[in-house]
């Protein structure tokens, strides 16, 4: 899969590429990660690609002929990028669900801002935009490369082992169950001894009822959206009940 990235700090981009399991990816020729400068669109001598917000105020916009070109030597680029991708404060939250509609495609082309971000004509000329959250980071390099990482640990090869997404938070509509490794007792707190049991029915059946236990902790909203049966809707209602007299 490939991911083309237009970006003011390139190098940003470079140095994630080199590294740790997305490095791997790149060598092993799973992922192409690319950066190009925006600057080079500037159509002046000194690079320069933004200017002073109409209206006035502090900040600086980036232009939309300069996003324009950018886009338009993506959408002209091989193979034909799938998705021009802005990422941007005001767009769509990245969540797990859209991290597997992009990992269908073969070329994403990510677009980062700077400064205040983009003209907000460049919003006409991309396919989507994508928040990382409620939140406001320097720039859209950390985002594109959030999503860049999100996207390629679903793809075969990138992970050792292909199953060990399957159990992730979020994959299975709820958290995922707690890990644990030796030594097996820290400080006085022991591994919960099912987890020693070798018992592998009464493994998955503890994992599935700590994800709940979590999940309705944490993050009940998970909740509602989650595939749950019989024995999930049973264990909620009595975990929802609490310790009851005499239990
Ligand atoms: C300082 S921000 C611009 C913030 C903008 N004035 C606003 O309040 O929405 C500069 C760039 O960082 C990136 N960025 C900042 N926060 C982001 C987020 N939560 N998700 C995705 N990109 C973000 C975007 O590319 C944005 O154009």
Redo the contacts with the bound molecule.
């Keep these: 899969m490939r991911f083309t990235v237009y970006t003011l700090f390139p190098q940003l981009i470079e140095a994630w590429r080199g590294e740790a399991l997305i490095g791997r990816a790149a060598r092993h020729g799973l992922i192409e990660l690319e950066a190009r400068d925006l600057r080079r669109f500037a159509g002046n001598r000194t690079g320069r690609v933004d200017d002073a917000p109409y209206g006035g105020g502090a900040g600086m916009v980036i232009r939309v002929d300069v996003a324009a070109a950018a886009i338009a030597e993506a959408r002209a680029g091989d193979p034909t990028p799938d998705e021009v991708v802005l990422?941007?404060?005001?767009?769509a939250p990245l969540t797990q669900r859209t991290v597997e509609a992009l990992v269908r495609q073969r070329h994403l082309v990510l677009l980062?801002?700077?400064?205040?971000?983009?003209d907000a004509r460049t919003e006409a000329l991309v396919d989507r935009e994508?928040?990382?959250?409620d939140?406001?980071?320097?720039?859209?390099e950390l985002?594109a490369l959030c999503l860049v990482e999100a996207v390629a640990r679903l793809l075969p090869g990138v992970l050792g082992d292909a199953d060990s997404h399957a159990q992730d938070s979020f994959t299975t509509g709820l958290l995922d169950h707690p890990e644990y490794t030796r030594p097996p007792e820290f400080e006085g707190s022991p591994v919960p001894e099912v987890l020693r049991s070798g018992h592998h029915a009464e493994v998955a059946r503890w994992r599935r009822r700590e994800a709940l236990r979590r999940t309705l902790e944490r993050r009940p909203d998970l909740l509602q959206g989650a595939p749950l049966d019989d024995d999930d809707r049973a264990w909620l209602a009595s975990l929802r009940a609490g310790p009851q007299d005499g239990a």
Excluded: T
Aim: some cysteine.
């Design positions: 990422l941007s404060p005001a767009g980062c801002g700077r400064y205040e971000g983009f994508v928040s990382l959250g939140f406001v980071l320097m720039g859209g985002a």
